[in-house]
């Protein structure tokens, strides 16, 4: 049995705060589900499957949960559970849809199926690709996470009367696509959606930490390796990874010579990839300089980009001037909750967004769904 996802107990053995339980579930698709009396005993194991048939039940012809996750699918974990002894099942890692029918009441779930409606109306060819997360069978927590994030962003801006979303998935002159471009008066306002959650390999160190304790009764503490502005050098990949994927410019993901915003979510269970991270403040504060740094801080933009640029002064030089693009970004938690809002002061003339249009931004983006819980 594979066990390479992190798990929870909600017996009365394991004394977490709420706080604790919910930072914890961001780590993956996983749970230590409750121990029952004999460890023969699967009911609770089969309950499952039919907690999630009954909602599914209620689906109405032309559901998208009711279409993404079919009767096969379930059959499928069913069997799993069939085959496997009931105390592998109570480390198992299970797909994040599976567990989000489970345990998600039927208005949450009516809710993601109407955001997903309101976005495929005004977007119908997208639908493949926006509801690739739906598909996704693995029992990998990121793509999950990351397709609830970008339709709550969609569904929000369409429902604002603020402002008139043009287009989703924009194709831009260079070949690439921009995620929605909105209209606020005489003015298009590119804005890219994406989601950084923590890599494979540190949620990996992080269950092995998670095995260890549960089995040999430890009390020792989870350091992940990284230092105080590990998560600020995670942001910048994030946003260079839009702005100039593969730190080549040409391949950009924003409008050309226009407003352009970031929405990104940031959730991690291991380290500090949080919005209110000091390490991401001071990275905002890098990014938005509007200067050719010379600094070589380990937190510098600079050093950044010349650590992975090793001896191409020129790019970097020519790097350090791409966030101008960017007129404000804007970061939400593992909960879709916005967080924080910086504006760049710096940006290039025609890139630039007041207060007052950032401010209709926030007001459409700044209730986060339930079934972002």
């Not at 069978?137 to 990351?146: F, I, K, L, M, S």
């Not at 942001?235 to 990104?264: C, H, M, R, W």
């Not at 050719?292 to 020519?318: F, K």
Request: hydrophobic letters at 40%; glycine letters at 4%; one cysteine or more.
């Amino acid at each position: 049995m594979n066990k390479t996802k992190f798990e929870l107990t909600w017996n009365e053995k394991v004394n977490q705060t709420k706080q604790d339980l919910h930072a914890a579930m961001q780590a993956g698709p996983r749970i230590l589900l409750e121990t029952v009396t004999n460890h023969e005993d699967k009911n609770y194991f089969f309950d499952m499957i039919a907690i999630v048939r009954e909602k599914l039940a209620h689906r109405q012809a032309g559901s998208f949960i009711g279409t993404y996750f079919t009767k096969a699918r379930l059959e499928d974990i069913k069997k799993k559970i069939a085959l496997s002894d009931t105390k592998d099942l109570e480390w198992a890692s299970w797909q994040p849809f599976f567990l989000f029918l489970k345990d998600a009441s039927e208005v949450e779930i009516d809710a993601l199926d109407s955001d997903l409606r309101i976005v495929l109306d005004k977007a119908p060819a997208s639908e493949d690709q926006l509801c690739q997360f739906l598909k996704d069978e693995t029992e990998n927590d990121n793509p999950w996470r990351g397709g609830l994030f970008e339709v709550f962003a969609k569904a929000a801006l369409l429902k604002s009367s603020a402002f008139t979303v043009e287009a989703f998935d924009w194709n831009l002159p260079n070949s690439r696509n921009i995620d929605a471009t909105v209209r606020i008066g005489q003015c298009v306002v590119g804005v890219e959606i994406t989601s950084r959650g923590d890599s494979a390999a540190a949620k990996g160190r992080w269950e092995k930490h998670c095995a260890d304790v549960l089995t040999k009764d430890s009390d020792q503490a989870f350091c992940e390796s990284q230092d105080a502005y590990a998560p600020g050098r995670w942001l910048y990949g994030t946003v260079f990874n839009k702005i100039a994927p593969g730190f080549d410019s040409t391949k950009s993901q924003l409008l050309p010579e226009a407003p352009n915003l970031l929405l990104i979510r940031l959730s991690s269970v291991i380290s500090d990839l949080r919005p209110e991270s000091p390490s991401i403040g001071w990275a905002l504060d890098e990014l938005f300089a509007g200067r050719s740094s010379t600094d070589t801080s380990p937190i510098s933009l600079r050093e950044y980009l010349t650590r992975n640029l090793s001896g191409q002064e020129g790019i970097v030089n020519e790097l350090l001037a791409a966030p101008s693009q960017v007129s404000g970004i804007f970061l939400f938690d593992h909960r879709c909750r916005l967080k924080v809002i910086r504006i760049n002061s710096n940006a290039r003339e025609k890139c630039r967004l007041s207060h007052e249009e950032l401010a209709i931004f926030e007001k459409a983006l700044v209730c986060s769904p339930d079934y972002c819980g």
